[in-house]
């Protein structure tokens, strides 16, 4: 297993990280005071190819893999961990997994879109009393002729009301709990019957837009049934554990920006005539994130290396979202003790480093349900996919 990353590689991450330092970061503080999106983000990104990892070039893709998409959302994320959910919105979500169990107009419909930034995209799983059960869903999909007919609601949807295209996954057959779920492809520029509401009070990630969606009588044409019929719990599962590599991604990111930030600070800050780095409970805090910091980076690079490939990794990937989720609530907690009273104000980061750290361990599945897929497979009640 060689995470020594190629010349190639390497310019792929120094691409991201330039981009992210001109194009994001400037405007950082002004998007989160606002809780602005930025569009143009998105298709600049797709103007990069920072969109089209995993996909070949005949659906637009940039046909590199998941070490690459890796390291360029590492470096997105360590600049302003809201930026993340564009890949993983984008490419991990409706864009890879239409490769997957899509047709062939359904892949050149949708795809090239995607990877170009033409289309924002989402998905949407969850709603107000179903989150980590899946099966447990209402929203409906009952056949009607020529279309499906979706009624029901989603609620926390990232992106839902800004996405041009997203995948929703309703009830098919309601009295089948899991294996009556199917998943549809919704042009949401061009279907009546949804409303998508924003979301603003949210703890943190302010300029990532979050949505409830209401559905009425939403009429979505038969060729837009994602794969077969009522095996949409299993596509849901397929595309989380790709989707949950943003997650790990972006937590041992933000876990690396506040270990940034912190051994910055510390050697700027003085007290009793000296750095306070030099005092021993601030190394033993600086030693505890860089600890925590080198194996989140190192599990993401696993999970990384088994999908490149082809291995099992459902557990991999589960470790390292749930340990990157730790990380980076352990290191954004210290960063702000670090910074003291400075860390409290809006002067420093510290206050967004920990807002936007604590969604790490809801989003994606919980951190519980990922103790539960770890410890599951390793006592072998279920397969390591």
Same mark, same amino acid.
């Given at each position: ?246 997650? @790990?991604?972006?937590? %041992? /990111?933000?876990? !690396?920006?506040?270990?940034? #930030?912190?051994?910055? &600070?510390?050697? +700027? ?57 730790? @990380?980076?609530?352990? %290191? /954004?907690?210290? !960063?702000?003790?670090?910074? #003291?009273?400075?860390? &409290?104000?809006? +002067? ?38």
């Amino acid at each position: 297993m060689d995470f020594g990353f190629s010349e190639d590689q390497k310019m792929i991450a120094e691409l991201a990280a330039d981009f992210a330092k001109k194009e994001i970061a400037p405007h950082i503080e002004e998007d989160e005071e606002n809780h602005f999106y930025r569009r143009d983000i998105l298709t600049q990104m797709g103007e990069l190819g920072l969109l089209g990892f995993n996909i070949p070039e005949e659906y637009g893709g940039n046909g590199l893999g998941w070490m690459e998409a890796v390291a360029a959302l590492y470096e997105i994320a360590k600049v302003h961990t809201s930026w993340r959910l564009s890949i993983s919105g984008n490419v991990w979500g409706p864009a890879l997994t239409i490769l997957e169990y899509g047709t062939e107009e359904q892949k050149q419909a949708y795809i090239p879109g995607l990877c170009s930034g033409e289309f924002a995209g989402s998905f949407a799983i969850t709603e107000a009393n179903s989150g980590s059960d899946v099966s447990g869903m209402k929203m409906t999909a009952k056949d009607d002729g020529d279309f499906w007919v979706l009624n029901g609601s989603k609620m926390w949807i990232s992106g839902g009301h800004t996405s041009d295209i997203g995948l929703v996954y309703a009830k098919t057959d309601p009295t089948a709990g899991g294996k009556g779920i199917s998943c549809f492809i919704v042009d949401y520029n061009n279907t009546e019957g949804v409303e998508r509401i924003p979301i603003h009070k949210k703890v943190g990630m302010w300029p990532a837009p979050t949505s409830e969606l209401v559905f009425d009588n939403a009429r979505i044409p038969k060729a837009n049934l994602l794969g077969p019929l009522n095996r949409g719990f299993q596509i849901c599962m397929w595309m989380l554990n790709n989707t949950r590599m943003g997650c @790990a991604t972006g937590g %041992a /990111a933000l876990s !690396a920006a506040c270990l940034e #930030g912190a051994v910055q &600070y510390a050697n +700027e800050r003085t007290q009793f005539g000296q750095p306070i780095g030099k005092f021993q409970m601030i190394q033993q805090q600086i030693a505890e994130m860089k600890l925590e910091d080198e194996a989140a980076l190192a599990l993401v690079y696993k999970a990384a290396w088994l999908k490149e490939n082809k291995l099992p990794n459902q557990q991999a990937t589960s470790i390292a979202k749930l340990f990157g989720s730790n @990380a980076a609530v352990h %290191a /954004a907690n210290l !960063a702000m003790k670090i910074y #003291g009273s400075y860390g &409290y104000s809006d +002067e420093y980061p510290c206050g967004r480093w920990l807002r936007d750290a604590k969604q790490f361990e809801i989003l994606e599945g919980t951190s519980n349900i990922h103790m539960g897929i770890v410890a599951g497979i390793e006592l072998g009640y279920q397969p390591n996919r």
